[in-house]
Nanobody, 122 residues
Framework: VQLQASGGGFVQAGGSLRLSCAASGRTFSSYVMGWFRQAPGKEHEFVATINWSGSITDYADSVKGRFTISRDNAKNTVYLQMNSLKPEDAAVYYC????????????????WGQGTQVTVSS
């Protein structure tokens, strides 16, 4: 599966952005999807994950209550709604797909998109 992330940009603290990740292929609905982020000089950080049906989600503590992950299997797309953005949310955001159960570990994911930059000014 190929993944294409979009929707990043520049926003002031307190603002919102909605990231999208479009997937190719007819088996999108069988994949667990996740969002990760990477700030300069740091490792990939787990943000959120969602199971194949969308019935189970999990979030990093740092984004709980502010970010929402969702998916539309008919459109082969997963979303990340980001509200109340903080300067520490600034990073390159990546979507990823896993063939097994959902996980917060980057090693569990088999396919990665190219990333989209999110910049948050204070």
């Amino acid at each position: 599966v190929q993944l294409q992330a979009s929707g990043g940009g520049f926003v002031q603290a307190g603002g919102s952005l909605r990231l999208s990740c479009a997937a190719s292929g007819r088996t999108f609905s069988s994949y667990v999807m996740g969002w990760f982020r990477q700030a300069p000089g740091k490792e990939h950080e787990f943000v959120a994950t969602i199971n194949w049906s969308g019935s189970i989600t999990d979030y990093a503590d740092s984004v709980k209550g502010r970010f929402t992950i969702s998916r539309d299997n008919a459109k082969n797309t997963v979303y990340l709604q980001m509200n109340s953005l903080k300067p520490e949310d600034a990073a390159v955001y990546y979507c990823a797909a896993a063939r097994t159960s959902y996980s917060s570990s980057p090693r569990a994911y088999d396919y990665w998109g190219q990333g989209t930059q999110v910049t948050v000014s204070s």
